[in-house]
């Protein structure tokens, strides 16, 4: 005796192909968490940063980490997602400090850790500024984080020698609503702040935060976390729009 075909077998079957055609495209969406900040952190190690300069960068970046009120302003937050690496004319990924979420004092802490305790690129090449916002881009790009703010940070004490220019290289960055924020080092380079807020900082409420030379990097890099993990009351509130928005 011939049985009638069963019309929810049929009709799992259908929508169990069309979820496997699917699939692919779903997948990306689905994978991502949703957090509240995005921040990649760029650490010159080019020729003009020796060894000590190298060590103030780190420890002042651990030891900003470790503080009271950045560890409470972390955890008010829905997630911190975050990355480190070194650059000079080219970026190691060997030399990274891949993307952690941070929301509780451990994970603070562990983060802070292995800033402290990260060995530098033994290459030191020259002043790749717009190589580095490239791939910062890349790393907010090919991430599996939905942030609700993005941010690049880019520390340095020199302009700009080689490779894409970082005027050129940040539009890249607005256009994936990526904003870059800036800690010039005022130590070998005339009006490098100037040079930054022109041609680094770039975004709707971008800044600089400057340090006066390297032994003032911790406190100047406090004060920058501190602002960027500080809700905004407005989007344009950090810089004047002149700044922000330069072509």
């Not at 680094?200 to 003032?216: H, K, L, N, R, S």
Request: aromatic fraction near 10%; glycine fraction near 6%.
């Amino acid at each position: 005796m011939k049985r009638e075909p069963n019309l929810q077998f049929l009709l799992a079957g259908f929508f169990s192909t069309c979820l496997m055609i699917l699939q692919p495209l779903l997948s990306p969406a689905q994978a991502q968490t949703r957090i509240s900040i995005e921040l990649v952190l760029a650490v010159d190690t080019s020729l003009s940063v020796d060894d000590v300069e190298y060590d103030l960068q780190m420890t002042g970046i651990a030891s900003a980490f470790r503080r009271p009120e950045i560890l409470s302003l972390i955890q008010q937050q829905n997630g911190v997602a975050i990355t480190l690496f070194q650059w000079s004319s080219d970026i190691d990924p060997q030399f990274m400090i891949p993307w952690h979420v941070l929301h509780s004092p451990i994970s603070v802490l562990a983060f802070a850790d292995k800033v402290e305790m990260a060995a530098r690129d033994p290459v030191h090449g020259f002043t790749a500024i717009g190589r580095a916002i490239d791939f910062g881009v890349q790393l907010i790009a090919s991430n599996g984080f939905a942030g609700q703010q993005k941010k690049i940070d880019v520390s340095g004490d020199g302009r700009n020698n080689t490779g894409v220019l970082p005027e050129v290289a940040r539009r890249e960055a607005l256009a994936r609503g990526i904003v870059i924020n800036g800690l010039p080092i005022l130590i070998d380079t005339y009006n490098m702040d100037v040079y930054f807020r022109e041609k680094v900082m770039y975004g709707p409420g971008a800044f600089i935060e400057i340090a006066t030379d390297y032994v003032d990097f911790a406190e100047a890099f406090f004060r920058k976390l501190r602002r960027e993990l500080t809700p905004l009351t407005s989007m344009y509130e950090a810089e004047p729009v002149r700044h922000a928005l330069i072509p």
